[in-house]
C-alpha cells in the first residue's frame, strides 16, 4: 500500500467522491498518511474537508450514506458504509483550550489546520487526486529520522492538551528511534508532569 492507492482502500474513493463533488476539497489526514509512509496497517481513515459538518451530513445522507454525529459542534461526522467508520472533519483553528478542550472555529486553511495538530508526523496530509502530500511542518522527514516532536511551540501544545504528554511517549515508543528524542518536546512533558493529574480518561 502507498500514498498513491490509498484513495482505493476499501470504500475510500466513495466518500471522497461524494466530498469533491460537493465542493469540499478532501484529503487524507493523521494516521493513515503516517502510516502508509512507515510502512505500518493502517486502522483507520481520516479524511479533512473545508466543508462545514452540516454540509458533510447533508452530502452523505442524499448519498444514502449512514451518519453519526460524534462531535458535529467541533466539525467531525462518521461515516458508516459497508461495514465501515470514516471520521470526517472540517479544518479547525483553536480559539480556546484549557488543557484538555478546545474551543474551535472552522477554518479554510490547510496550514492553519495542521498547526493545531499535535505531532509533526500527524500534521501530514495527502491529496489523492493531485497526489501531492502536504507536509508543512516536516513530518515526513521526523518520521523517516525516528523523531517524534511536536508541532510549532511544543509548550504551547502541551499547555493546549495535558494528554499529549503520554501520547509523546507512546507515539515515540511505535515510531521514535533510539537516540533521536527531540529535547525541546521532552522538555515541555517534563514541565508539565504535574499536569497529568488533572487526566481521567485514557490516551
Not at 461526522?77 to 472540517?90: F, M, V
Not at 483553528?93 to 484538555?100: A, C, M, V
Amino acid at each position: 500500500m502507498t500514498l498513491y492507492n490509498l484513495l482505493n482502500f476499501y470504500d475510500s474513493s466513495t466518500i471522497f467522491s461524494v466530498l469533491k463533488d460537493g465542493g469540499g476539497n478532501p484529503r487524507f489526514v493523521g494516521g493513515c498518511v503516517r502510516n502508509i509512509l512507515a510502512n505500518l496497517p493502517i486502522n483507520d481513515i481520516d479524511i479533512a474537508t473545508t466543508l462545514l459538518p452540516g454540509e458533510v451530513e447533508s452530502l452523505l445522507e442524499k448519498s444514502n450514506i449512514k451518519t453519526l454525529d460524534v462531535g458535529k459542534e467541533h466539525g467531525t461526522i462518521i461515516a458508516l458504509l459497508e461495514g465501515r467508520s470514516y471520521e470526517i472533519t472540517t479544518l479547525r483553528k483553536d480559539i480556546e483550550t484549557d488543557g484538555r478542550h478546545a474551543v474551535v472555529s472552522f477554518s479554510d486553511s490547510w496550514e492553519e489546520d495542521a498547526q493545531r495538530r499535535d505531532f509533526t508526523i500527524n500534521a501530514m496530509s495527502y491529496d489523492p487526486y493531485t497526489k501531492e502530500l502536504h507536509d508543512y511542518y516536516g513530518g515526513k522527514k521526523d518520521l523517516k529520522d525516528g523523531v517524534v516532536k511536536f508541532v510549532g511551540d511544543p509548550d504551547k501544545r502541551v499547555k493546549e492538551d495535558y494528554l499529549r504528554i503520554l501520547r509523546f511517549f507512546r507515539f515515540y515508543a511505535i515510531y521514535g528511534r533510539n537516540n533521536k528524542i527531540d529535547h525541546e518536546s521532552l522538555k515541555a512533558c517534563k514541565d508539565n508532569a504535574e499536569k497529568i493529574k488533572i487526566l481521567s480518561a485514557p490516551v
